[in-house]
């Protein structure tokens, strides 16, 4: 069982950055994919960014270049760094884990077994 508490969620202005952490409980945190979703209103949930027990990182397109997701082992943590941020970026933000079972995608929101309860991301214009 691992529980994810993400934070660092807020209000900015467009062109701002944020980082949000996602904390998480449990032993086995290492051997977790850890992931980053968003969902606006009316939209589905859609992937951020992943990274791997071994540090290797995906990133949906629109946010290539402008954020970079890392973990924090020894803490339990994984963070999302985003830049440039733009009122369409607005949404609330959930972390998720999934094993790596055959067949894992990471930008696959089905393919995850724990979610967190979202951080809400408003950028003003």
């Known amino acids: 069982q691992v529980q994810l508490v993400e934070s660092g969620g807020g209000l900015v202005q467009a062109g701002g950055s944020l980082r949000l952490s996602c904390a998480a409980s449990?032993?086995?945190?290492?051997?977790?994919?850890m992931g980053w979703f968003r969902q606006a209103p009316g939209k589905e949930r859609e992937f951020v960014a992943a990274?791997?027990?071994?540090?290797?990182?995906g990133y949906a397109d629109s946010f290539k270049g402008r954020s970079t997701i890392s973990r924090d082992n020894a803490k339990n943590t994984v963070y999302l760094e985003m830049n440039s941020l733009k009122p369409e970026d607005t949404a609330v933000y959930y972390c998720?884990?999934?094993?790596?079972?055959?067949?894992?995608?990471?930008?696959?929101?089905?393919?995850?077994?724990?979610w967190g309860q979202g951080t809400q991301v408003t950028v003003s214009s």
């Open positions: 998720a884990a999934g094993l790596p079972m055959f067949g894992f995608s990471w930008a696959q929101k089905g393919d995850y077994d724990y």
């Open positions: 449990g032993r086995t945190f290492s051997t977790y994919v």
């Open positions: 990274i791997t027990k071994s540090g290797s990182t």
